[in-house]
């Protein structure tokens, strides 16, 4: 069974910094592409990083360019979120989700790791 | 970026009653569509990929449809379990977008 648990969420002041964990298991790991889409509060989905399978693509929406970095340990079957430079609008719920077909598909998602940026 | 807009924002229906939802692409993207189902306080669930496809294990009342712009999602006869927020999504392009979302309450 394809199991993907986020980690790491929790209250940070604007400008500080978090890092999410997301473990996989049930799957080959380093068979597939994996994402961060994340939820603010009562919104809608947003799609924000992606990583190929081995690292040599990465994507980021222009929205947290220069600020967050999706990384991943294939040994580990981990994939990472560091968020610097947090903002208020950076709250929501991150999710972890897997990725079917090379940067098209999300078929298996985690329950989802809460940012909330506040002062 | 490719702006998808969903209509109906919201919806209510009886059990029993066929539902539509419609997404519109603002550039064409072919059929690089898929359509997720959101319970309350879940996880995005995946029901139609690559526009008409059926996920393995969702069940047949949920179709999909359409190509280049236009598109639509349908349950054939609505069931109490089909209360959610229905989302479709875009992989023509990055950035990966979605639409604002539908959602669906029981009459």
């Known amino acids: 069974e394809v199991q993907l648990v986020e980690s790491g969420g929790g209250l940070v002041k604007p400008g500080g910094s978090l890092r999410l964990s997301c473990a996989a298991s049930g799957f080959s790991f380093s068979d597939y592409s994996m994402n961060w889409v994340r939820q603010a509060p009562g919104k809608g989905l947003e799609w924000v990083s992606s990583i190929h399978r081995n690292s040599n693509y990465i994507y980021h929406v222009d929205s947290v360019k220069g600020r967050f970095t999706i990384s991943r340990d294939n040994a580990k079957n981990s994939l990472f979120l560091q968020m610097n430079s947090l903002r208020a609008e950076d709250t929501a719920v991150y999710y972890c989700a897997r990725d079917r077909g090379g940067g098209t598909t999300f078929d298996y998602w985690g329950q989802g790791t809460l940012v909330t940026v506040s002062s | 970026d490719i702006q998808m807009t969903q209509s109906p924002s919201s919806l209510s229906a009886s059990v029993g009653d066929r539902v539509t939802i419609t997404c519109q692409a603002s550039q064409d993207i072919s059929d690089y569509l898929n359509w997720y189902q959101q319970k309350p306080g879940k996880a995005p669930k995946l029901l139609i990929y690559d526009a008409s496809n059926l996920e393995t294990g969702v069940p047949s009342r949920f179709s999909g449809g359409g190509s280049g712009t236009d598109f639509t999602f349908t349950i054939s006869s609505l069931q109490p379990e089909d209360i959610a927020t229905y989302y479709c999504?875009?992989?023509?392009?990055?950035?990966?977008?979605f639409g604002q979302g539908t959602r669906l309450e029981i009459k």
């Open positions: 999504q875009q992989y023509a392009n990055l950035p990966r977008t």
